[in-house]
């Protein structure tokens, strides 16, 4: 079965066709970082980080390209709550994104540009759509004219009467907008920004770029006019989505991207988790709690296009669902013995994984497979369990389990704990005159580079060596 993946632009499967070859140009928009990241964010980077490892797995070369966005009203905004730069805002929560995502075991992207970094080239991106017709001035502003884009509302499927205004969080009323903006839907290219607000210097006047401009920018420049997979939340089709279309596409005459993909939301009693609404979890919050490969089974259990809703008792039940994997997999042989002894069942493994991927990145079958193959493992013979075992761990590979068995692994609470008992033993020891005993206690934690410190008259303490 070859690869078919869902494409919010025509909304049916499609066949996987590159545009270059195996060479696959893929992007997805990365976080605003104004604040940490929740499990609404983990799921989109998850999801998109599957995808480009079974796109990788498949035998595609792939770039992968996720923006920062660190210049936005949202920043500003949080950099005046803190008290400091947008700038040190920006760069603190990028950190903290990156921290989270590490821990997530997401891969980094292939190139990782910040909107900050395009500021010339989204000035030059939009003095261009002003010379084609597709943008205009208005007191200091710039606004893409979408009457001029005969196809606005395609991704959302809608027509230019039923849309919106698409820019997001403006500084004044859509009341006040309408004295400076030939239509509400038009939407802000560059906005401008008084002396003493964060901006830069344009033919406009002083000022910073819309959001949507950023993307548009930055895809031309790191990847070319058209990219085969465009990625993020179902929540950016529109605005984002559809005003990037409007962009490129205007300047370009090309299709910004063959395929859309948009992943669903995480919901907290049927409400999307968003910062907004207060009732997210953060991934630093979550992770205290949950292991990253629960966090990741719990997302993957789910077609990428369904909600998730979340709850405890569902991360529990992942957690569980993870402990029979982790069990399977600790009997896995090495790859000369897996290849040695490769067999037709060992083939219709990897059939039924791959045709669950390859009907549009199905993880929630993919993980059925592996959970048949852990039934298989736990019921064969010790060579064929080896061998299932390996591809087991290859195929969870793909989905960015690591299975990393953590069940002899304590924290250093529990350590210390442990600590306190082998000194009450040792002093126990001492008092029934058991010295050889008290003895070898001190010397082998010696060993272990722990030093004993015996206290007159008090108990005994501890440091590392």
Aim: glycine content about 4%.
């Amino acid at each position: 079965m070859s690869l078919k993946i869902y494409n919010t632009l025509t909304a049916k499967k499609e066949d996987f066709v590159p545009l270059e070859g195996k060479h696959v140009k893929m992007y997805t928009c990365g976080p605003t970082v104004y604040d940490l990241s929740h499990l609404g964010h983990a799921r989109k980077e998850i999801v998109f980080d599957v995808i480009q490892r079974y796109l990788r797995y498949s035998g595609y070369e792939v770039t992968f390209v996720r923006n920062i966005t660190d210049i936005d009203d949202k920043i500003i905004n949080k950099a005046i709550e803190l008290k400091k730069r947008p700038e040190q805002v920006a760069r603190e929560f990028t950190y903290t994104f990156w921290k989270d995502m590490h821990a997530l075991n997401v891969m980094p992207p292939d190139i990782e540009p910040r909107a900050t970094e395009f500021i010339h080239a989204m000035i030059d991106f939009v003095a261009e759509l002003i010379a084609e017709g597709h943008a205009y001035v208005s007191h200091g502003d710039v606004y893409f004219d979408v009457a001029s884009f005969k196809e606005y509302g395609k991704l959302k499927k809608q027509s230019l009467d039923d849309l919106l205004s698409g820019a997001r969080d403006q500084v004044r009323s859509q009341q006040e907008l309408k004295e400076v903006k030939k239509s509400p839907v038009d939407f802000a290219l560059w906005k401008s920004a008084g002396d003493n607000d964060l901006g830069w210097e344009s033919p406009w006047g002083r000022g910073r770029p819309g959001w949507h401009l950023e993307c548009s920018t930055m895809i031309k420049n790191v990847l070319g006019d058209t990219i085969d997979i465009h990625g993020g939340g179902e929540d950016l089709v529109f605005p984002h989505h559809e005003n990037e279309i409007a962009q490129s596409e205007s300047l370009h005459h090309t299709p910004l991207a063959k395929y859309w993909l948009h992943n669903s939301f995480v919901q907290v009693e049927a409400e999307k988790m968003s910062k907004s609404l207060g009732n997210f979890r953060t991934i630093e919050e979550v992770l205290k709690q949950f292991s990253p490969d629960t966090i990741r089974l719990f997302i993957l259990q789910t077609h990428y296009r369904s909600p998730i809703e979340f709850t405890e008792e569902a991360l529990k039940a992942a957690q569980s669902g993870l402990s029979r994997l982790i069990k399977a997999a600790r009997q896995a042989g090495s790859k000369s013995e897996a290849t040695m002894h490769a067999s037709a069942e060992l083939a219709k493994f990897r059939s039924d994984f791959e045709e669950a991927m390859n009907n549009d990145f199905n993880t929630s079958i993919a993980l059925s497979v592996l959970y048949a193959m852990v039934d298989k493992i736990n019921t064969s013979d010790p060579a064929t369990a080896s061998q299932i075992a390996f591809d087991l761990k290859k195929y969870a590979h793909v989905l960015g389990l690591t299975l990393k068995d953590n069940s002899k692994a304590i924290n250093s609470k529990t350590a210390a704990s442990v600590m306190d008992l082998v000194l009450e033993l040792r002093e126990k020891a001492r008092e029934n005159k058991d010295y050889a005993s008290s003895d070898l206690i001190r010397d082998r934690l010696n060993n272990l580079g722990i030093k004993i410190m015996d206290v007159k008259g008090a108990n005994a303490d501890w440091e590392k060596a």
